[in-house]
Structure formats: C-alpha cells, structure tokens
C-alpha cells in the first residue's frame, strides 16, 4: 500500500511568513510523530500523536510552532512568523501500534528555506 | 537530553569491509533497538531491530549486536557495498519520547 506522504516536498517562504506542512500517515496507522532534520544532522523530535489521547508536544521548540492531526488520519504542522533558523527538511513518520515497540514509517520530508 | 549517544560520526571503509557502528544508551527502559537507514533525499527507513532478550541477530549482511549489562548494541555491515552509503541511525524504544542518535555517514569506496 500507500506508504507516508507528506506535502509539500519543497516551501520557500519570506522570513516572517506562516507556514502549513501537510502529512497523510499509512491508514490505520495510530501513532504519528514529526521531526525536524537541519542539514547533516540527526532527527530532532518535535511532536507525537497517538490515537485520542493528548499529544506529546515536549519537542516543540517554541510557541510559534503548533500541530494539530484529525483522528488517525492527516496531521499538519504549523509554524508561524517563520526565522531564518526554521530553514530544515520536517519529516513525518508513523507506527501501527498504541506503544512505543514498533517501526516508524517515515516520508520524504518537506524541505522548507527561509530566505 | 543525551540518552543515545552513537559513535562514529563518520566512516569510510573499502568495498567488501566490515563496516560497524555503535550505540551507546542511558535509559533501562528501552525494550527495542532498530536502525534505521538514509538515503539522501529520502526519510529514514527500518533496517534491522533486535529485542533485548537475544544477543545478535542477523539478516543477510547486516547483523545487530546487543549487550545489555554494557548498555550498548551495534550495527555491523558485512562486506560493505557502495550501495550501503548512506546515514545509519540509532533509535531506541522504550516509555519515552523517541529519541535518534546524531547518526553516522558511512562511505563505501570501491
């Protein structure tokens, strides 16, 4: 089947501007996480969502970064009044079971660029 | 909120070599331990994982060596191919935030 997709797969914003990054996770799939990729560097974990229950937010590095995702199905990632520094690739990537001991399925990122 | 630290950095290694990397963890409540492996361009993708109630296990050239008392497990590529270049991460599970070490670039020249 469908593996993650995630959309736009490259955004050039003007500094300051807000922007929406879209992922749609494998169906069924109850977990979803985002992570932030700065070029040559690991995986910086930002958000996770599972199911109904609150999501884990404690990555999120500041308050003009929000997500919201629909149930088990389409989340999107918002950052508001981008910065230079926002400047990565933003990877989604989701699980098939309600704990931790189970794969991540990832797309190819949206590579956002702050100019 | 170093809980994975992965070594080396960086490799290279001629074509047919073994080629292994390790990951060094802090936290006893992670119970699964895959790598993941990166194409440029593309998201990180399951290589290999092992539980930790077995000590190696093995698929084809890849092999996943875990020891629990030392809080360690490696990857260890057999006769390393040009095709394998790539990023390889850590990413220990357990009752936490998932948490990737910073990776390791490996380099396979003919």
């Known amino acids: 089947g469908a593996g993650v997709s995630q959309s736009p797969s490259n955004k050039v914003t003007e500094k300051g501007k807000d922007v929406e990054l879209r992922c749609d996770p494998i169906?069924?799939?109850?977990?979803l996480y985002w992570y932030r990729q700065r070029l040559g560097q690991g995986l910086e974990f930002l958000i996770y969502?599972?199911?109904?229950?609150?999501?884990?937010k404690s990555g999120l590095p500041s308050d003009r970064f929000s997500a919201e995702r629909t149930g088990e199905s389409v989340s999107t990632l918002t950052i508001q009044r981008t910065q230079q520094e926002d400047s990565a690739v933003y990877l989604c990537?989701?699980?098939?079971?309600?704990?931790?001991?189970?794969?991540?399925?990832f797309g190819n990122g949206t590579r956002l660029t702050v100019t | 909120q170093q809980q994975v630290k992965q070594s080396p950095q960086s490799l290279i290694v001629q074509k047919g070599g073994i080629s292994i990397i390790n990951c060094a963890y802090e936290?006893?409540?992670?119970?699964?331990f895959p790598w993941y492996q990166q194409f440029p361009g593309k998201g990180p993708a399951l290589l290999i994982a092992?539980?930790?109630?077995?000590s190696e296990k093995k698929e084809g050239r890849f092999t996943i060596s875990f020891n629990k008392s030392a809080k360690q497990f490696s990857l260890h590529i057999m006769d390393s191919q040009p095709g394998d270049s790539a990023t390889y991460f850590c990413?220990?599970?357990?009752?936490?935030?998932?948490?990737f070490g910073k990776g390791t670039r490996l380099s396979v020249i003919a």
């Open positions: 990537a989701s699980s098939s079971r309600s704990t931790y001991n189970s794969p991540l399925h």
């Open positions: 169906s069924g799939h109850t977990a």
């Open positions: 969502f599972q199911g109904n229950s609150a999501p884990d």
């Open positions: 936290n006893t409540a992670f119970d699964y």
């Open positions: 092992i539980r930790p109630d077995v």
């Open positions: 990413a220990p599970l357990g009752n936490t935030p998932l948490v």
